[in-house]
T-cell receptor, first 112, second 113 residues
Framework: GQQLNQSPQSMFIQEGEDVSMNCTSS?????WLWYKQDPGEGPVLLIA?????ELTSNGRLTAQFGITRKDSFLNISASIPSDVGIYFC????????????FGDGTTLTVKP | SAVISQKPSRDICQRGTSLTIQCQVD?????MFWYRQQPGQSLTLIAT?????????ESGFVIDKFPISRPNLTFSTLTVSNMSPEDSSIYLC??????????FGPGTRLLVL
């Protein structure tokens, strides 16, 4: 099956800094999804991407669907303490397949 | 998006026993999924649960170990059978939203002693 490589595995940054993380796949995806998971909770959908090259923002978060359709990037600008958590990328091969393959996650720590 | 609830939110169980996890959605959905998240790990799909048909299991997961019910379009259950400590995980219910999006319940935290 497809493999998703997410990097970096963890990040320790100062409040106010920008953050960038990415996922690469061995397969072409039709949909990329980015989630955040806080301790003790389920993942929450941040951004969904559907077209190669697409750039979508959600507040301070911006994600891009790579033009090769095998990668995606998530950027967080001007980080704040509540950005702490685990960020997961997820990809889907089919259209409306619903089944997602998840990356291993990026654990973000923000120091005030 | 729909509101997804899971019961129980957490449990501690003895090895050899079984636990049934419930997932309730506040609207009708076609596709529901069950994921497992082992400690410190990512999410792994267990099975797809469709109303009116048997669940479709992913490689490495079998119906005898993880029987699933989907009696209607708003409810599903996952049973973890004959548990061992290796089954200690977070079990997450998920639904398919519009345009391939997926939304997750809060999870059930299971510890098997």
């Amino acid at each position: 099956g497809q493999q998703l490589n997410q990097s970096p595995q963890s990040m320790f940054i100062q409040e106010g800094e920008d953050v960038s993380m990415n996922c690469t796949s061995s397969s072409i995806f039709n949909t990329w999804l980015w989630y955040k998971q806080d301790p003790g909770e389920g993942p929450v959908l941040l951004i969904a991407l559907y077209k190669a090259g697409e750039l979508t923002s959600n507040g301070r978060l911006t994600a891009q669907f790579g033009i090769t359709r095998k990668d995606s990037f998530l950027n967080i600008s001007a980080s704040i303490p509540s950005d702490v958590g685990i960020y997961f990328c997820a990809g889907q091969e089919g259209t409306n397949a619903g089944k997602s393959t998840f990356g291993d996650g990026t654990t973000l720590t923000v120091k005030p | 998006s729909a509101v997804i609830s899971q019961k129980p939110s957490r449990d501690i169980c003895q090895r050899g026993t079984s636990l049934t996890i419930q997932c309730q959605v506040d609207s009708q959905v076609t596709m529901m999924f069950w994921y497992r998240q082992q400690p410190g790990q990512s999410l792994t799909l267990i099975a797809t649960a469709n109303q009116g048909s048997e669940a479709t299991y992913e490689s490495g997961f079998v119906i005898d170990k993880f029987p699933i019910s989907r009696p209607n379009l708003t409810f599903s259950t996952l049973t973890v059978s004959n548990m061992s400590p290796e089954d200690s995980s977070i079990y997450l219910c998920s639904i398919q939203g519009a345009q391939g999006t997926q939304y997750f319940g809060p999870g059930t935290r299971l510890l098997v002693l």
